[in-house]
């Protein structure tokens, strides 16, 4: 039955069924995608009983957390036209069923070299957030997909899953074996995904109605590109790589940073890093729901000011400044010292900000792009997750090169500075060159002149 809104050649399910096909379509995309973040992220809690294990450098480390990333970056763009095209339903059971193979061979890794590989492979998971982005966007109506793709946004907080079940299980079974070979300790965490995602894939399979909306079943593939030709694109998928990518390379970076600068045990650098992966992930539905209300773009301007404000304070190395006097004499003045306390503190507000911001970023694209949500998603998502690639390696070279653990957050900093300027320049542009007289009207849904 053809809905009387539908795009040409979209199949949908009955009228009848909508609300409830979407909402089932919710509810197990976000279960199936909070499932995989914390595949595609396990390695944060897993990386020093690894690089104890392996003998491997802080470098060498990060690598097999970037190339994770990186695999579930590079092909969220056509995962995210295939559901376009196909359904949501099938792409979402095929990637779950297929990440669970290199989960499972990762138990088995016995050299750097293997785990590299099996890193890379089972970072496919990162891939299914452009598929639920366009499943999610074609279930439900403008009014309120903002809330909508916040909830399934929300399964960012996969994250934290390791965070919690990594480190008991770790110490727990150490030196233990169980079925099929398979041994304890930090081996066994990313079995258990395994049949995880595996389960998923069943529960997906019976629950999703059959039925399901396919807004580019018959759009040519050309005409799905189409709109990344715009600049606007590339710009919403910076400030993405500020709220998403620098989200993804400090989930996977905070706790050997608890570990190595503040002396915690992992069990307490996990907790400590889910203060700041909660409110990131959590908060992307209060996100999508302000942003429906006053404007995804007057949210980002909020979103910036206070990642600035959080990654400029904590960026400020422990120190304090000599003067030398005349006589000889030597005086400290303007000591400065962060303690685990207040370090804590604003690495939660920033994991706020980042939160809400995730969900203004993709208010913007159904907005702007209704027709293209899965071309236009998954090349903000890939782009935004290949921020989530090269910070890691990032935060570990500007570590070795200045000598200063802080110099994480200066990197932040920076690219939260260049996508906030961006953005206030677009805006001054288009309110002093194109319509002035709505100074106090700049969000999207009260210009007409779009940004």
């Known amino acids: 039955m053809q809905h009387p809104g539908a795009l040409a050649g979209e199949v949908v399910a009955p ?3 909508t609300g409830r096909g979407a909402t089932r379509v919710m509810v197990m995309s976000t279960a199936a995608f909070t499932a995989m973040f914390a595949v595609w992220l396990m390695f944060g809690i897993l990386g020093p009983s690894i690089q104890k294990e392996f003998r491997l450098s802080d470098v060498e480390l990060s690598w097999i957390t970037a190339v994770a990333v990186l695999n579930g970056s590079m092909w969220r763009l056509p995962a995210g036209m295939l559901a376009d095209r196909i359904g949501g339903r099938k792409v979402t059971i095929v990637m779950l069923a297929t990440t669970a193979v290199p989960a499972f061979f990762i138990s088995k890794a016995s050299s750097y070299g293997m785990l590299l590989v099996l890193a890379f492979l089972v970072g496919f998971a990162g891939n299914l957030f452009s598929v639920g982005i366009a499943w999610n966007a074609a279930w439900f109506g403008r009014e309120r997909q903002g809330f909508a793709l916040g909830v399934f946004g929300a399964g960012n907080v996969g994250a934290s899953v390791t965070k919690f079940i990594g480190p008991p299980i770790i110490v727990g079974t150490a030196g233990s074996s169980f079925v099929l070979g398979v041994q304890g300790g930090w081996r066994l965490v ?3 995904y395994s049949v995880l995602l595996l389960a998923l894939a069943v529960l997906t399979y019976v629950v999703v109605p059959r039925r399901d909306r396919m807004p580019g079943a018959t ?19 910076l400030y993405y790589v500020a709220v998403f990518g620098a989200y993804v390379a400090l989930s996977a970076w905070l706790p050997k940073y608890y570990i190595d600068n503040f002396g915690v045990e992992l069990g307490t650098a996990a907790l400590l890093t889910a203060t700041f992966i909660f409110p990131a992930s959590l908060l992307r539905p209060v996100g999508g729901w302000v942003s429906d209300r006053i404007g995804a773009r007057r949210v980002m301007y909020w979103t910036f000011a206070v990642m600035l ?13 000599v003067l030398a006097h005349p006589s000889g004499a030597q005086t400290e003045h303007l000591g400065y010292h962060m303690g685990l306390v207040p370090f804590v503190i604003l690495v939660f507000f920033l994991g706020v900000a980042m939160g809400i911001g995730k969900a203004a970023v993709y208010k913007h694209i159904p907005e702007y792009f209704p027709d293209n949500v899965g071309s236009v998603g998954g090349l903000v998502g890939m782009l935004g997750g290949l921020g989530g690639f090269f910070l890691p390696p990032m935060f570990a070279y500007s570590k070795a090169w200045s000598g200063l653990p802080s110099s994480t957050f200066a990197c932040l ?39």
């Open 15 to 17: 009228i009848h069924d």
């Open 190 to 192: 990313p079995v258990i």
């Open 219 to 237: 759009k040519p593939i050309r005409e799905m590109l189409l709109p990344l030709k715009q600049v606007r694109v590339w710009r919403f998928s």
């Open 413 to 451: 900093f920076v690219v939260t500075a260049i996508c906030a300027v961006w953005m206030h320049l677009t805006v001054v542009h288009l309110l002093n060159h194109h319509s002035p007289q709505l100074a106090n009207h700049f969000d999207t849904e009260h210009v007409s002149t779009r940004a």
């Open 309 to 321: 404000l959080t990654s400029g304070i904590l960026m400020m190395p422990n120190g304090y400044i």
